[in-house]
């Protein structure tokens, strides 16, 4: 039995890597990248101006956040969405119905889109984190994240908002500002939750907090969304789909580039409205907003039936 045991727990040690490797790649990323913010910030060396803020994001956003998205057709697949040719079709017709619904909504009701896409959002990037605890948790961290730039920043994100929503905006950006406090106590109770079993997500969630304070709102969320929440999704999708090799890279190409074609085709249809760097904003916002709900809807879709297969939850 003796002999047993300790046999079993060599072979079980020889598989577990030692702590430091099971650290993943995007958190490696993310906390040197932020470190690297805060020590420029530190040394009082300046930032990149806002217009630049403003173009690195249409282009990061292009290149590391939509890609993230790009994988839901696969994921839907796995869940059982679509099969066929015909429910291939389908599923892409209906995706792009929503995303226009919700631009049209935007267009319509600006305010209220504008704090439905947030409340959305926090669930969304909150669960970045305590993947496996209560959905309140979760909701509290990415409203934490979404609101300390409120907070620490108040003109810049109020600003932000304004051109995204109109004057309601501003109240949109006072009222997470007067929130402020309970973000800031939301993402420690978040981190210290976190400690236990993922200190990984501690110090994610902690530099996360820092640079929400300590930069401009856009710097924060480039950072945060493309090097840490777009890493880590496009790394669980693509090791779902690892039999899918070719395709699923070819997959991730065409939903990446055909939304960018579509967004500058419409930009140079709609003519210039605005200065260029409103347009950016809105057009990355608000596109984000309408492509966020389908693809809540299809990662919510697959957890629940992951869940319902009893597998552990992957994107
Ligand atoms: C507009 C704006 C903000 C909110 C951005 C949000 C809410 C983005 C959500 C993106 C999603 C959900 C992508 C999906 O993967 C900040 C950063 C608070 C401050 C600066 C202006
Ligand atoms: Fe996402």
Redesign the pocket.
């Known amino acids: 039995m003796m002999i047993g045991q300790a046999a079993l727990f060599h072979a079980g040690s020889a598989r577990v890597k030692p702590r430091w490797r099971r650290v993943p790649v995007e958190t490696v990323v993310f906390a040197s990248l932020a470190l690297v913010t805060l020590v420029v910030l530190g040394l009082g060396l300046p930032l990149p101006s806002l217009t630049i803020q403003v173009v690195l994001l249409g282009v990061l956003v292009g290149i590391l956040?939509l890609p993230?998205?790009a994988l839901d057709p696969l994921i839907a697949r796995r869940a059982g969405l679509w099969r066929t040719r015909l429910g291939f079709a389908g599923f892409n017709m209906a995706y792009i119905l929503v995303v226009v619904v919700v631009v049209l909504l935007w267009l319509i009701a600006p305010v209220a889109s504008l704090v439905t896409?947030?409340l959305?959002?926090a669930l969304?990037?909150g669960s970045d984190w305590n993947a496996d605890r209560a959905p309140w948790l979760r909701f509290l961290a990415g409203f934490g994240l979404?609101s300390v730039?409120?907070l620490s920043h108040p003109a810049?994100?109020s600003a932000?908002?304004v051109v995204?929503a109109g004057d309601g905006g501003a109240v949109v950006a006072s009222v997470q500002e007067w929130l402020g406090p309970l973000a800031l106590a939301s993402l420690l109770l978040a981190a210290l939750v976190a400690l236990r079993h993922r200190a990984h997500e501690s110090i994610e969630i902690l530099l996360a907090t820092m640079l929400a304070l300590a930069t401009e709102?856009?710097v924060?969320?480039l950072l945060y969304?493309c090097a840490l929440?777009s890493v880590r999704h496009l790394k669980a999708g693509f090791q779902a789909e690892r039999d899918g090799g070719r395709l699923s890279a070819l997959m991730v190409m065409v939903y990446t580039v055909v939304p960018i074609l579509v967004v500058g085709v419409v930009l140079v249809w709609l003519g210039p409205d605005g200065s260029l760097s409103e347009q950016i904003l809105q057009v990355v916002?608000i596109g984000?907003a309408g492509?966020?709900v389908p693809?809540m809807i299809v990662v919510t879709y697959e957890n629940r039936h992951r869940r319902a297969l009893r597998a552990p939850d992957l994107s």
Do not use: E, I, K, M
């Open positions: 956040g993230h998205g896409f947030l959305v959002s969304h990037f979404l730039p409120a810049q994100v932000a908002y995204l709102p856009l924060f969320f969304f929440h916002f984000l492509l966020t693809h």
